[in-house]
Each structure stands twice: as C-alpha cells, then as structure tokens.
C-alpha cells in the first residue's frame, strides 16, 4: 500500500499524469481501495505473451472481482450504501471486460503500476541535479514506452470493434438471405389456390416488411460501425507516424551521430537493441493494424453498402503502406562500418542489419546485401532518385554477403569480412582539391520481401564518407579529410557537404576528441597544448589560447573568401595530431602525454 500512499501525495502534472492512467479500463476507485491487495499480487511474474501463464492471469481477475465483492459488501450506514452499489458494479465491469482476455488486465495494471512508480521517483529525484539529470536522459524513453502501451490498447479496441463490425455483418448477410428466400416464396404462391394464396401472401407480407425494415436499420449501423472503425484507425495511424518519426528521425539518427563520432574518436555508439526493441514493436503494431484494414476491405467488398468507407480505407491502406515503407528502408543500417581511410588491395569488413528483420520474418527467406563503391557525386545523385543504377567507381571483391539471423539475439545482419578494394576510379579533380580530400562512401543495397511477397522493398544505405588511399603516406592528410566531415557534418546534409571554415574553439574540440583516441589516453590537450597548436596553424607567436577564439580555421585556402585564406589545418595541425602512436616509438619507448605536444 506504499506505493498508493506516495502516489496520492503527487502534486501539478504528476497528479494530472496519474490521473490519466485511470478510466472505465480500470477505475481509479479500484485503486484506491483495494491498494493494498493489488500491490501485493505477482504482477510482474506473468508473461503477458506467454500462453502458459493464462490461468495465472484468470485467477488474479477473480480474485480482484471477489476483493470488490468483499469490500462492497462490508459498506454499511447511508455513505457506504452508494459505496456498495459502485463497486459491485466495478465487479461486474471488470469481469465482463477482461473474462475473456485476463492477460490484458495484467497488462493494464503492470502499466498503471509502473508509471505510478516512475511518476513518484521523479518527484522524490525532482530536487537533485543529479535526480533532474537522470530524469532528462529517461524522461523521453518513459515517454515512447507510454506511447507503445497506448498504441496497443488502441489496436486491441479497433481489433474488438471489427470483430463486432464482422459478427453484425454475418447476421446482416443472413437475415438477407432470409429475405430473398420469403421473396422466392412469393412467387411459388403463383401454383397455390387463391384462398390459401391470399392467407399465406399476407403473412409473408408482413414479414417481409418487418425484415425490410430491419435490414435498412441494420444497414446503417453497419455503415456507422464502419466508418467509426475507419475514423479510429486514422487516429492509430496519426499516432503510429508520430511514434515512428521520434524513433527513427531522433534516436536513430542521433545513434547515427554518435557512430560518426566515435570514427574521431568519441564514446562508443551504444548498443543497438533498445532501438531494435522499439522498431520491433512499431512493427508489429503496424503488421497488426494493416491486417485489420484489410480484413475491412474485404468486409466492405463481401457486402457494398454506398458510402464514404471505401474512399477512407483506401487512404488509410495507402498510409500504413507508406509508413511501413518508412519503417522497413530506414532499418537497414551499418552497424559496423567499413574504415573511413580505405587502402586499396587491403582487405576490410562490414556489418549491416535490419532492425526489424526478425519480426517482418525476413529472415524466412533470407536476402543477399551487394556492397559498391561510390563516388560523392554519385551519392548526390542517388539520395535525388536520379537513374544511377549500376554506376559504380570501383571494384570491390567479395562484395555479396547473405543476411543470416542470429536467434539468440533476434538480429538480421550480413556481416562482410573479407572485402578488398581492388580498383578505384577517381574523378576530375577541381582545383586544388587532392586525392586525400576526394570522398566515396560503401553503398549496401538489398531488396526484402513481407509477408508472403505482399509487399517488396528495394532498400539501400550509404556508408561515412570513405577516402581512399594506395600507400601509407596518404593516410595522415587522408585521416584530416575525414576527421573535419565526422567532427562536423551535420544531420540531413547532401552528400557530403561540411562546411569550410569554423571557429577555432570548435575545432579544439574535435581535435581533443582525435588526440585521447589516439593515444588512448583519458587526458585532453592542456592549455599549453592548444596554444601551441593555434600558433603553427595561425602563424601567430600569441600565447593566450583567448586571442584564437573568434578566429576560424578551414579546410583548404580560398581566394573567394572575404577573409584572408585561412589557415590549412590539413597540411599544419592534423598530422602532429593523428601521428602520436609513429612519435611514441621515436620517444625511448616512453608513453605519449599531452604536454609533449608542445615539444613537436
């Protein structure tokens, strides 16, 4: 009972939140009095999607139902008699709710629990900067699991009504067939003497017109139910989209960010399950939700009733299409991507995955991902859906590789092991542009077929930039290339704009990032460090790291600039930066420490 005590002391919005949490599912009267008993029951040991623990949930509904009993039969005087009415009446709500599915009320109160707990850690955290903190990092995945639990109660409901819509329309279809047959009746009437003729005509009459009259109420309703079942399915789909856009336009997107961070050097990108988690379940809500509308259709072509239903199912159809599209070529990713500096006739690996591949059951009929490479231009011209089949800029060997899956772990991925670059084609350089600052980018295409070749996807997904080299002494200006697009690429670019110049603290910044992976050290650059770095690429001989801050630092000269040209941190900072571990050998086998940079 001590989590209802704590909860009812919520205050403001976390008040108005738990408040949410209750309705005619489960009243919030249920709740409160029988907290106790509730708090105490295994919630928490039943699997709602295992079939074994059914007679688990069965036997806590009847004991919640004979608990309401109890407790309303105990009400005694002129309070307690309203008392006793409403829950007795609870009681038989419930029961009629979940007798069928107990496995939903477990469901139900394992998700007002839950939330109750989180509602009330984040109001005992609130006062803390360290509570207000872990609150902002979780706040937004509290926020899609609540949005998950409230797609799926609102798939249950259209389930339950098109169950409802498909059962009205059977007994529809059979009173028709009841009038047809009183209409065939009619006309054998013909071979009957008129005296018995004239009884039995009015008494199908009669009948006739009863049923008739039925069958145009029943129609309506029929129509009612559809559009109301068609109405609530936009909703669904409004709701799906705007679940879908913050997994994979945010939190995708932003593992992607740190993908590309990591490649300079930056903290590991994390785990992909929780994101594969939630892609599962936008899966599932989606496949379930699409064969819903179907089945409508088919109701709808099985017994045409004049209306607007045709037209909006045939919007909504259209609209889970597109989002299950969305959702399928946005999950083809690289896990592990191939090195953004590429030596030809060196071999290299890759690894690609579908997050959703095991719920979609692509892997019952597994595909095959081809790798080729491509020119940045090329890139361009792909993301515009211009024609560029086929186009390559060079010859990958071992280039095929089929997705296997992995039960354990419930992932789809092709991982490529032994690929090599045997020939690359270049393009014509423009200006001072070298070969160590031309981009090219892995692009890994396949094509997946859902459920039962319904619907094919052609899918593709582009490496990081990749800069090839064909010797060694390419790899430092080639490393600069790539450490100035990670550091500053920004989400949604064209391939692979970044920008040419910026502020010089933004570049220290990365440049720390480089130098502790480097020489895998936990220490930054130090003051001193960054001076002496600001110096060589500047030409200034200032010794205050303040005086560099408003400067800007670029990738390459450029006689367009309104500015002087800019330093070229390419050929001044970037190789003493990345060459630490070559230094290292040269320093008595000793360790590289920050404060020997300024003794390059």
Not at 30 to 46: F, G, K, M, N, T
Not at 70 to 99: C, P, R, S, W
Not at 417 to 436: C, W
Not at 572 to 577: A, G, I, T, Y
Request: glycine share 4%.
């Amino acid at each position: 009972m001590a989590g209802w005590i704590q909860a009812q002391q919520l205050q403001g919005d976390a008040l108005r939140q738990m408040q949410v949490l209750y309705g005619q599912h489960f009243p919030i009267e249920v709740r409160h009095y029988l907290a106790q008993w509730i708090e105490s029951q295994p919630w928490d040991a039943i699997d709602p999607e295992n079939p074994q623990d059914q007679a688990q949930a069965t036997q806590l509904l009847e004991g919640l139902v004979q608990e309401l009993q109890k407790k309303a039969e105990h009400q005694v005087g002129e309070d307690g008699f309203l008392l006793k009415i409403k829950l007795g009446h609870y009681a038989t709500q419930l029961q009629n709710t979940y007798d069928r599915c107990p496995m939903e009320l477990v469901r139900c109160i394992r998700h007002i629990l839950y939330n109750e707990q989180r509602l009330v850690r984040e109001a005992n955290n609130g006062a803390s900067p360290v509570g207000m903190l872990v609150d902002a990092m979780s706040q937004k995945h509290l926020q899609i699991n609540q949005t998950f639990e409230e797609l799926r109660l609102v798939t249950q409901d259209t389930e339950n009504e098109l169950k409802k819509l498909q059962q009205t329309q059977e007994y529809f279809i059979i009173q028709y067939q009841e009038s047809l047959r009183i209409q065939a009746q009619f006309a054998q009437l013909a071979q009957v003497n008129p005296q018995e003729r004239l009884s039995r005509e009015t008494a199908l009459q009669q009948k006739q017109v009863s049923l008739e009259a039925w069958l145009q109420r029943e129609a309506q309703t029929l129509q009612q139910y559809r559009v109301e079942l068609a109405e609530k399915h936009q909703k669904t789909l409004q709701l799906l989209r705007k679940q879908q856009t913050i997994i994979l336009d945010d939190e995708l997107i932003q593992w992607k960010r740190r993908q590309q961070l990591a490649g300079n050097g930056g903290p590991p990108e994390g785990s992909l399950d929780v994101l594969q988690s939630w892609c599962e379940k936008l899966a599932e809500i989606i496949w379930q939700n699409r064969q819903q509308i179907r089945r409508a259709e088919h109701l709808c072509q099985q017994l045409p009733i004049p209306g607007p239903v045709e037209e909006m199912l045939a919007e909504v159809n259209a609209t889970i299409t597109d989002i299950i599209s969305a959702l399928v070529t946005s999950t083809f990713i690289i896990e592990k991507q191939p090195p953004q500096v590429l030596k030809t006739q060196t071999k290299f690996a890759a690894t690609v995955r579908l997050l959703v591949g095991g719920k979609l059951n692509v892997h019952m009929n597994p595909p095959q991902v081809k790798a080729t490479i491509i020119s940045e231009q090329q890139a361009k011209s792909l993301l515009k859906n211009e024609n560029t089949r086929n186009e390559c800029s060079g010859e990958i060997l071992n280039n095929c590789c089929v997705m296997e899956y992995h039960q354990a772990t419930g992932t789809l991925s092709a991982h490529f092991r032994n690929m090599s670059l045997k020939r690359i084609k270049r393009a014509d350089r423009r200006g001072a542009e070298s070969v160590t600052e031309e981009k090219f980018t892995v692009l890994f295409e396949s094509q997946f077929s859902v459920g039962s070749n319904e619907l094919v996807f052609q899918v593709k997904t582009l490496s990081l930039p990749v800069v090839v080299i064909v010797h060694g002494s390419q790899d430092h200006n080639a490393t600069a290339t790539v450490l100035w697009d990670n550091a500053f690429a920004e989400p949604g670019r064209v391939p692979f704009a970044v920008p040419d110049k910026v502020l010089w603290p933004q570049l220290c910044e990365a440049l720390n990032m480089k130098f502790k992976a480097e020489v895998q050290s936990t220490g930054a650059l130090t003051k001193e460090n960054l001076v002496f770095l600001a110096q060589k690429l500047f030409n200034s001989s200032s010794s205050h790291l303040e005086d560099y801050n408003s400067m800007s630092a670029g990738r390459r000269p450029g006689p367009t600039w309104a500015l002087p040209p800019l330093p070229r941190l390419r050929d001044r900072v970037l190789p003493e930066v990345s060459a630490p571990p070559s230094l290292t050998s040269r320093r008595d086998g000793g360790g590289w420490y920050p404060k020997e940079c300024s003794q390059l």
